[in-house]
């Protein structure tokens, strides 16, 4: 797939290994590999739900204009201190998110990533009262900067409170910028006092000591590794099943 998302270009990528039990054999002199099947740990079992959402009209544009975009550059038609494919992409990905990431004066729309995810959280948190369950919410792009402008954070954060959350029950990890105060929040959310963690891929993947009460994951957009994805699925104490969700990619 071209980076602007929009039909499909040939490339050459290595395919695959030679010698491969030879290469394993050799690895496995200076290496001790146990496997997840080999260690046999209690994890929970993940129920994965990909939420399939289609664009809005804008996003349907915004797309079109990135083709043309991409074809300007490749023809070396544009300097590339003003536009390039990398700023491209970087555009695709927030037009994923939501379109006002791009243009804050356009609507907010219904079946936007955002929108559905905050829906998926309202019902997981409302489902968990009894136990004071808890959840995560990744997210990469659109992090909080205090200055007034739009991001993805306070949205969802303003439209969970108007559904009926409690706002101290959402925590963005941002704002607890020290050990003592991280390790603070994640007691927290262990005991179930936040119910709701938002967080980038970074600041709240590996060290993060939360998954006590933990029966949902959602991503609203997807990290760039895999090991990144699941991080929900650890031992822990309140249920065996869990969910992890991807907003289309949203991962719940």
Same mark, same amino acid.
């Given at each position: 797939m071209s980076p602007e998302g929009t039909g499909y270009r040939a #490339? $050459? +990528?290595f395919a695959r290994f030679f010698n491969l039990p030879e290469l394993i054999s050799i690895f496995k002199e200076a290496a001790d590999i146990q496997t997840s099947d080999m260690l046999n740990l209690p994890v929970p079992e993940?129920?994965?739900? &990909?939420?399939?959402? #289609?664009p809005s009209e804008e996003q349907q544009e915004m797309v079109s204009a990135f083709s043309e975009r991409a074809e300007e550059v490749r023809a070396g038609?544009?300097?590339?201190?003003v536009d390039n494919m990398l700023k491209i992409t970087n555009d695709g990905r927030k037009c994923a998110l939501d379109q006002r990431l791009l243009n804050e004066l356009?609507?907010? /729309?219904?079946?936007?990533?955002? &929108?559905?995810?905050?829906?998926?959280?309202?019902?997981v948190w409302d489902e968990g009262k009894a136990d004071r369950t808890t959840q995560l919410i990744f997210?990469?792009?659109s992090t909080p900067k205090g200055d007034g402008t739009f991001n993805v954070y306070d949205d969802v954060r303003n439209k969970l409170v108007a559904r009926g959350i409690p706002k101290e029950e959402i925590a963005f990890i941002h704002e607890y910028n020290t050990? $003592?105060?991280?390790?603070?929040?994640? /007691?927290?959310? +262990?005991a179930g006092q936040v119910r709701i963690l938002m967080g980038s891929t970074p600041k709240l993947g590996a060290g993060t000591n939360v998954q006590d009460r933990l029966i949902a994951l959602h991503h609203l957009d997807c990290p760039w590794k895999p090991s990144d994805v699941g991080r929900i699925l650890r031992t822990f104490k309140i249920k065996k099943n869990v969910e992890v969700t991807d907003n289309g990619k949203i991962i719940i």
């Open positions: #490339k $050459t +990528r993940a129920e994965f739900i &990909n939420e399939v959402l #289609k038609l544009v300097n590339p201190t356009l609507p907010d /729309a219904e079946k936007s990533k955002v &929108n559905t995810c905050v829906e998926n959280a309202f019902q997210c990469d792009l050990e $003592t105060k991280k390790a603070d929040l994640f /007691a927290k959310v +262990r």
